[in-house]
Structure formats: structure tokens, C-alpha cells
């Protein structure tokens, strides 16, 4: 099970940092990522980081936004700054389905429920 949290609202220029709680599974040999999802858009990637450690991010949010992962916490995160409006969206975590990352939702197989962002 992933669980999310750490969202919440903030004004534009703020920061927050989300939290993806991975116990009880193996995650180390997987593509570990960030999507978030707006009211009439689709799913979209926002950062993820494979087995081997190499990091993708979106373009909307590089040089903003940083992915890591604490293995001894078993946990990911995600270090959101200088959030804009267009930030706003539900925030999900997700297991790809191998070592290697890929952009698409359906690379992915195991997601948490999703913490909501909110950026006035």
C-alpha cells in the first residue's frame, strides 16, 4: 500500500513537501513516481526516479520541484517550491511495473489514494 500526505493550501510562491509512505512493499527495484491530476485534465507525470536512481521530471516543474527517496524510511517525497496556481491538482504517488520509468499512467500499478494541493 503507498500512502500519501503532506498536501494542503498554500499561496503561490510557498512550498510543501509530500510524503509516500512505502512499507510493505519492495520499491528498490522499481520506478517510483509523482503524478498529479487537475478537474478536467488527465493524469500527468510530474517527476519519477528508477531503480538505478536516474530522475525525470516534467518540464512544468523542473528547477521547482525535487524527487527523492529516503530507503532507511522507506519513504518518497516529493519537494515542491515556488508553487504556482496551475500547481493545484491531486498529487498521487505510484509503483511502476519495472525498474525503468515511463511516462504514461499505465506504466504504473500501484498508486496511493492521493493528497489534494491546493495554490492560491
Known amino acids: 500500500q503507498l500512502v500519501e500526505s503532506g498536501g494542503g493550501s498554500v499561496q503561490a510562491g510557498g512550498s510543501l513537501r509530500l510524503s509516500c509512505s512505502l512499507d510493505g512493499y519492495t520499491y528498490s527495484s522499481y520506478c517510483m513516481g509523482w503524478f498529479r491530476q487537475s478537474p478536467g485534465n488527465e493524469r500527468e507525470g510530474v517527476a519519477a526516479i528508477d531503480a538505478r536512481g536516474n530522475i525525470k521530471y516534467a518540464d512544468s516543474v523542473k528547477g521547482r520541484f525535487t524527487i527523492s527517496q529516503d530507503n532507511a524510511k522507506h519513504t518518497l517525497y516529493l519537494q515542491m517550491n515556488d508553487l504556482q496556481r496551475r500547481d493545484t491538482a491531486i498529487y498521487y504517488c505510484?509503483?511502476?511495473?519495472?525498474?525503468?520509468?515511463?511516462?504514461?499512467?499505465?506504466?504504473?500499478?500501484?498508486w496511493g489514494q492521493g493528497t489534494q494541493v491546493t495554490v492560491s
Open positions: 505510484a509503483r511502476g511495473r519495472g525498474p525503468y520509468c515511463y511516462s504514461r499512467p499505465t506504466d504504473y500499478n500501484l
